[in-house]
């Protein structure tokens, strides 16, 4: 069974910085893709960020461009894959519950900012930012 384990998440003030990270277990063939989405209250969840596990550019939502970046790492064996958030230069309106999320075995789709592409999600890791 996938799972999907975030960490990294707390509270920051505006202009600060965290590093998100999301482990994934459970896959017998890596994914084609991981993405981070987020959800504030009241809010509808919305895309953050996108990568392609084995290269190609990643796919990022308008609001977090040039302050976000997303990345992955991946064990010589393929079993273990990390993808990571970098947050930097954080605001307010970053608050909000971030989750991981991945697509079911052998799925692929470039479209790495779509929620519907994907089918498992992490439990979620809160990031608060201050002003």
């Known amino acids: 069974q996938v799972q999907l384990t975030e960490s990294g998440g707390g509270s920051v003030e505006a202009g600060g910085s965290l590093i998100l990270s999301c482990r994934t277990s459970?896959?017998?063939?890596?994914?084609?893709?991981m993405g981070w989405f987020r959800q504030a209250p009241g809010k509808e969840r919305e895309a953050v960020a996108g990568?392609?596990?084995?290269?190609?550019?990643?796919?990022?939502?308008?609001s977090v461009k040039g302050r976000f970046t997303i990345s992955r790492d991946i064990s010589p064996d393929n079993a273990n894959i990390h993808v990571y958030l970098h947050m930097n230069d954080l605001k307010p309106d970053d608050t909000a519950m971030y989750y991981c999320?991945?697509?079911?075995?052998?799925?692929?789709?470039?479209?790495?900012?779509?929620?519907?592409?994907?089918?498992?999600w992490g439990q979620g890791t809160q990031v608060t930012v201050s002003s």
């Open positions: 999320a991945a697509p079911r075995s052998g799925r692929d789709s470039y479209a790495v900012l779509r929620g519907s592409m994907y089918d498992y």
């Open positions: 459970g896959y017998t063939y890596k994914p084609f893709y």
């Open positions: 990568i392609r596990i084995s290269g190609g550019g990643p796919g990022y939502a308008d």
